[in-house]
Structure formats: structure tokens, C-alpha cells
């Protein structure tokens, strides 16, 4: 009986992740926010607004659609939310992630098509293996069972200081997954992946994406195809890029502090 069992199970299996699978997971998302207003106590009511305007404008929702070698994860489109009345004259804006990322398991590579000031890029580069520690730990996120992953890890980033000088810092940040066996596809959103199940949830620290809801071999399926246009450069290449705007804006804003009311946000970091 037992022996019927499995071999029922397994036919199941193999129906369900055939090599024409697919699935479509949906994803949301929550970011930690460290907001500072300088000269300001961080329980007013203007703190509280502005926390309430950035826990708005960072929820978003993702799609993550996926075969047993190929992937596309991208922002999904909804009707732009009405404008948030301004806070004691500070108003936040946070514009819409227009990235897609192409993920082939298979060929261990990766494509994004970005646009960052106005300017396409296409970074073209190889998925480097996340060293994933499992843990016993589990816990169920809608129908399936997960298990628990972490990864440790450090990364710089720049800070404006009290005497307008930027500095750079280099913090530790420690990465859980939860994974699905149930769906034992080596991927998930953004760029994690390389754990024996698909990833439905990450928390980073600062970020968390939690999958809401799963569809497996749909009656009608998504074309999965590799993004084209845009400036290709490496993955080395165009955090170069970002950096060296991400400083430029940072003085720039450095120039402009005089007196009065200064918002500081941190993201993700």
C-alpha cells in the first residue's frame, strides 16, 4: 500500500513539472525605512505622517513567472494611487520600478533592463551562488510547507554625516528565505535562487517579498523572454554607474544644506 502510495505521488509529481511547467507566483512588498528629520523628534505627528506616506508608496506587487530553467520578475502595473497631500510643506515621491529580470537556471545567467536617470541599461552577467545555510526550521505560507534558509553576508554603502562630509560604511546584513520542496524549482524573486525549492518569501533587514498567491501550469501561458534593448554592460560595470550618480546627488545635496528642514531616508540600508 505504501509502495502505491509513492508510486501515485511521484506520477503526480511528474505530471505537475513535466518540461512544459510553468507557474506564476505573485509577490508584495514591505521596506524598513529609517527616516530622520533633522532638529525633530522622531515621535511628532510629522514623523508618523511621513512614515505613513513611505509605508504606502513602497508596497508594491511583483510577478514572478517561472519554468524549470527560465524566469521574468517584474513590478505589476496598477492605477496610479492619488497623490499624498504634502506633510508641514515635505511631500514623498517614490517613482515606479519599470526593472524586468531575466533569470536562465540552466546557463547560470542573468539579464536586467533597467532605466536609471533617464537612460536604458541591459546588465548582462553570470548568477553568482549564494552560500545558503539550511535551517530546521519551518513554517507554512499559504498551502505549502517551507523551510528555512539564511545567508550572512556585508556591503558598503554612503552616508551624509552631521558635518556634510559623505563616508562610507560597510554594514552586515543577514538574509532569511523560506522555500517550498513542493515546488522544487531552484528560483525566486529578484535575483535570489540556488535553494532545492522555490523561494516565497525573503526578509533581508530591510526588505521583505512575501508570495501571495500561486498558479501552476495555467490553461494559457506567459511567453518567458529575455529583455533586448538598452546599453548592455556588466553587473561590476553599471554599480559603477549608480555609484558614481548616487555620489553626485549626495553633493549636491550636501551644497544645499542651509538651515531649515532636512528629510534623511534611508533604503535598505
Known sequence: MKTLATIIILAFVTTVFSQDFQGVATYKSHRKMDLKLENENENTELHKQLREQLKKQFQKEFTLTFSKEESIYKQ????????????????ISVSSNSDITYKNIKENRYTVDTEVYGKRFLIKDTIKPIQWELQAETKSIGEYICNKAIFKDTYETKTLTDEGTLETVTKERITTAWYTMQIPVNNGPQQFQGLPGLILEINDGKLTLVCTKIVLNAEEKEKIEEPKKGKKVTQEAFDAILQKKSEEMMEQFRGRRKGGREVMISVGG
Open 76 to 91: 505589476n502595473k496598477s492605477l496610479a494611487a492619488p497623490s499624498p497631500k504634502p506633510s508641514n510643506g515635505i511631500f
